[in-house]
Nanobody, 126 residues
């Protein structure tokens, strides 16, 4: 069972930056990975996905141009660099990984991911 642990969350002022990390207990080199977020009283929301086969990234429109996702397969770690943060980015951010070799075009759907971290809180003050 792959385990994921996020870190790097915190409190930042609007316009600031944070970098989230997600460390995996085992390799995810053949798994699609993603980040999701959930704000209080709202449903979980897709943020970004990275495919394992070709390294393509897919961003939600709300974060495109401000967030950058990456992964280091050698370190079993994925990252989310968040710049120009806005109060509406406040949420619990969770990383996720799909089963190995699992192919799905539904990168933005939480159902495409089998493994989840516990989440890290990001709070952006105005």
């Amino acid at each position: 069972q792959l385990q994921l642990v996020e870190s790097g969350g915190g409190l930042v002022q609007a316009g600031g930056s944070l970098r989230l990390s997600c460390a995996a207990s085992d390799t995810f080199s053949t798994s699609n990975t993603g980040w999701f977020r959930q704000a209080p009283g709202k449903e979980r929301e897709f943020v970004v996905a990275i495919t394992w086969s070709d390294g393509l990234t897919y961003y939600a429109d709300a974060v495109k141009g401000r967030f950058t996702a990456s992964r280091d397969n050698a370190k079993n770690t994925m990252y989310l660099q968040m710049n120009s943060l806005k109060p509406e980015d406040t949420a619990v951010y969770s990383c996720a990984a799909a089963p190995p070799y699992f192919h799905s075009g539904m990168y933005s759907s939480a159902t495409s991911y089998a493994y989840w971290g516990q989440g890290t809180q990001v709070t952006v003050s105005s």
